[in-house]
């Protein structure tokens, strides 16, 4: 029997309700995420990867498809889609085309740096899922893009895959189980595009990295025209675990529909930068203030979290401090769970020049195929330079948020929802801030007349008042 779960759940009861954090030590599953220990075979193996391989591999790839199901895993690289109903879209009977599973280890998001520790530390997790996950949608081979900046994590993960061969746990008759099952690595070139799937499979190709257009879907055309699955690092690192621990298990964690524990990085105006696995659902003020050291200057001098990634919109200090780091309670905050990668600032920055530097990023990344990403990411780079000075009026500031919305969902990939929301976040929580740029400068500047000054209505303008 695979499962061997020690149900510790990770919970503290009170007046009869289950908050999320604590999570235990013997619940983690990347447990040399600090490198602690060998990252390589001899301490993989003692740390309980390879353990009972075969006997997943022999239960079956529906059997691996409805654990991952059970245990309510979503995608770690984002988009939070349930992994094992994506895996299950792969056709379970071939029509002469061979099945690829491609891991997206590109990690481009700006303050992601969870996957990197996998490669660099727990190499062995990622290659034994690849083969687990690559089984259960009856894959030929395993494909892992890793960004051309991370040199050294792809020779770890280069040596992790001729371990496993020469140990006889990939290639012919893997782990003893009769599947044949290859593991390659191929290095990007450090294009944040690439992180989108199917521009990934095109670099992957061997051609420039733009995405393409969808019908076909990547699980009936993907990878040379054949079926394939793009997915990431850490949702595939975790799969050998739940094989071994049980759905219900992984399930135990986190609230519903949010199960599992996730690796969380926390950068920015804290007082120790981490990356650090923990329990999904767990409060963001306890995931800062316990594991991160607490933001610099104090709790009240917070301004705001971005808590997905640069692509999400950011929270403010009363949003913080109710926010669960789940997929839904985020989403209801009008914001995203992403890869749970956590910006923290606080009243030291100009909050206008934060998403400012945002805004230039994926205007530079935008690979150009889309007219409102092309050029909608260079006009919001424009206004927002301006408002950043104050020398706008008003109605720009309604000019970059219609903007914005005319970039989201009018684009091929996600891209142009990632340039527009952090934008849209901006003038949502901080709108005051920006008018009050404006009134400054034309305070400190009164000899400067806009054009369209004269025809705004002032912040405070009521609208009963219109003639």
Same mark, same amino acid.
């Given at each position: 029997?695979?499962?061997?779960?020690?149900?510790?759940?990770? #919970?503290?009861?009170?007046?009869?309700?289950?908050?999320?954090?604590?999570?235990?030590?013997?619940?983690?599953?990347?447990?040399?995420?600090?490198?602690?220990?060998?990252?390589?075979?001899?301490?993989?193996? !003692?740390?309980?990867?390879?353990?009972?391989? !075969?006997?997943?591999?022999?239960?079956?790839?529906?059997?691996?498809?409805?654990?991952?199901? !059970?245990?309510?895993?979503?995608?770690?690289?984002?988009?939070?889609?349930?992994?094992?109903?994506?895996?299950?879209?792969?056709?379970?009977?071939?029509?002469?085309?061979?099945?690829?599973?491609?891991?997206?280890?590109?990690?481009?998001?700006?303050?992601?740096?969870?996957?990197?520790?996998?490669?660099?530390?727990?190499?062995?997790? &990622?290659?034994?899922?690849?083969?687990?996950?690559?089984?259960?949608?009856?894959?030929?081979?395993?494909?892992?893009?890793?960004? /051309?900046?991370?040199?050294?994590?792809?020779?770890?993960?280069?040596?992790?895959?001729?371990?496993?061969?020469?140990?006889?746990?990939?290639?012919?008759?893997?782990?003893?189980?009769?599947?044949?099952?290859?593991?390659?690595?191929?290095?990007?070139?450090?294009?944040?595009?690439?992180?989108? #799937?199917?521009?990934?499979?095109?670099?992957?190709?061997?051609?420039?990295?733009?995405?393409?257009?969808?019908?076909?879907?990547?699980?009936?055309?993907?990878?040379?025209?054949?079926?394939?699955?793009?997915?990431?690092?850490?949702?595939?690192?975790?799969?050998?675990?739940?094989?071994?621990?049980?759905?219900?298990?992984?399930?135990?964690? /986190?609230?519903?529909?949010?199960?599992?524990?996730?690796?969380?990085?926390?950068?920015?105006?804290?007082?120790?930068?981490?990356?650090?696995?923990?329990?999904?659902?767990?409060?963001?003020?306890?995931?800062?203030?316990?594991?991160? /050291?607490?933001?610099?200057?104090?709790?009240?001098?917070?301004?705001?979290?971005?808590?997905?990634?640069?692509?999400?919109?950011?929270?403010?200090?009363?949003?913080?401090?109710?926010?669960?780091?789940?997929?839904?309670?985020?989403?209801?905050?009008? %914001?995203?769970? /992403?890869?749970?990668?956590?910006?923290?600032?606080?009243? %030291?920055?100009?909050?206008?020049?934060?998403?400012?530097?945002?805004? !230039?990023?994926?205007?530079?990344?935008?690979?150009?195929?889309?007219?409102?990403?092309?050029?909608?990411?260079?006009?919001?780079?424009?206004?927002?330079?301006?408002?950043?000075?104050?020398?706008?009026?008003?109605?720009?500031?309604?000019? &970059?948020?219609?903007? %914005?919305?005319?970039?989201?969902?009018?684009?091929?990939?996600?891209?142009?929802?990632?340039?527009?929301?952090?934008?849209?976040?901006?003038?949502?929580?901080?709108?005051?801030?920006?008018? #009050?740029?404006?009134?400054?400068?034309?305070?400190?500047?009164?000899?400067?007349?806009?054009?369209?000054?004269?025809?705004?209505?002032?912040?405070?303008?009521? #609208?009963?008042?219109?003639?």
């Amino acid at each position: 029997m695979i499962h061997s779960s020690s149900k510790s759940y990770s #919970e503290v009861t009170t007046t009869g309700t289950k908050t999320h954090g604590g999570l235990k030590d013997q619940d983690r599953i990347f447990t040399n995420v600090y490198k602690d220990g060998d990252p390589f075979i001899e301490g993989a193996l !003692k740390r309980g990867d390879w353990h009972q391989t !075969k006997d997943i591999l022999v239960n079956g790839a529906d059997w691996i498809i409805d654990e991952i199901k !059970k245990s309510g895993l979503r995608g770690r690289g984002g988009a939070g889609f349930p992994s094992g109903l994506k895996y299950s879209f792969m056709p379970r009977v071939s029509d002469g085309r061979p099945s690829y599973l491609v891991i997206n280890g590109d990690e481009s998001e700006p303050g992601t740096c969870k996957d990197r520790e996998i490669m660099r530390n727990d190499p062995h997790k &990622l290659i034994e899922g690849a083969l687990v996950v690559g089984v259960s949608m009856r894959a030929k081979a395993a494909y892992i893009y890793i960004r /051309g900046e991370f040199w050294y994590e792809a020779n770890c993960v280069e040596q992790a895959i001729a371990e496993s061969y020469a140990k006889g746990f990939l290639g012919k008759n893997a782990c003893g189980s009769g599947i044949d099952f290859d593991v390659y690595v191929h290095r990007g070139a450090g294009a944040y595009i690439c992180g989108e #799937e199917t521009g990934l499979l095109e670099s992957l190709e061997g051609k420039s990295g733009k995405p393409r257009l969808k019908p076909p879907f990547p699980a009936n055309a993907g990878l040379w025209g054949c079926p394939s699955t793009v997915t990431n690092i850490e949702t595939v690192a975790v799969c050998p675990t739940i094989m071994r621990r049980g759905g219900d298990w992984f399930a135990s964690f /986190g609230r519903k529909n949010n199960h599992g524990t996730k690796l969380f990085c926390i950068s920015g105006h804290i007082n120790n930068p981490i990356t650090v696995e923990e329990e999904m659902s767990i409060p963001l003020r306890e995931l800062i203030e316990k594991h991160a /050291g607490g933001v610099i200057g104090g709790w009240n001098n917070l301004k705001a979290i971005i808590p997905g990634g640069s692509s999400v919109p950011m929270l403010t200090r009363t949003q913080c401090e109710s926010a669960l780091m789940d997929f839904d309670d985020l989403k209801d905050k009008r %914001s995203g769970l /992403g890869t749970a990668a956590v910006i923290v600032m606080n009243n %030291s920055v100009d909050i206008i020049d934060c998403i400012l530097r945002l805004s !230039k990023f994926y205007k530079h990344e935008s690979c150009g195929q889309c007219t409102p990403c092309r050029e909608g990411t260079g006009w919001m780079v424009d206004i927002l330079t301006r408002i950043k000075y104050g020398k706008a009026d008003y109605a720009e500031i309604d000019m &970059l948020e219609e903007l %914005s919305y005319q970039i989201e969902g009018h684009t091929i990939c996600a891209l142009g929802d990632a340039a527009a929301w952090p934008v849209q976040g901006l003038i949502r929580t901080f709108r005051n801030e920006m008018e #009050e740029r404006i009134d400054n400068y034309h305070s400190e500047n009164p000899q400067i007349d806009l054009p369209m000054s004269k025809y705004l209505p002032h912040k405070n303008y009521d #609208e009963k008042n219109q003639i």
